[in-house]
């Protein structure tokens, strides 16, 4: 369910910045310069990584807790 939130509200927020993409930002449309320098696109990775790492981080400990209940 969580997964699930985060997921869809990633999607949510990424998508009007895709929509918008010509005539923004620096440098061409596809390079990595223009995704990593144009606010459109930085503050959408910013979040995706922000999601990933709590994902990860929700994952392992829970692992270490199911891991701990057995031994
Ligand atoms: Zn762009």
């Known amino acids: 369910m969580i997964v699930r939130s985060v997921v869809s509200t990633f999607l949510v927020l990424t998508s009007a910045p895709a929509?918008?993409?010509?005539?923004?930002?620096?440098?061409?449309?596809?390079?990595?310069?223009?995704?990593l320098s144009s606010p459109?696109?930085?503050w959408p990775l910013a979040l995706l990584l922000v999601a990933l790492v709590g994902?990860?981080?929700?994952?392992?400990r829970r692992s270490r807790r199911?891991?701990?209940a057995r031994s």
């Open 66 to 68: 199911r891991n701990n």
């Open 40 to 42: 459109e696109h930085v």
């Open 19 to 35: 929509l918008a993409h010509p005539g923004h930002g620096h440098g061409e449309g596809h390079s990595l310069l223009h995704y």
């Open 55 to 60: 994902l990860g981080g929700w994952l392992w």
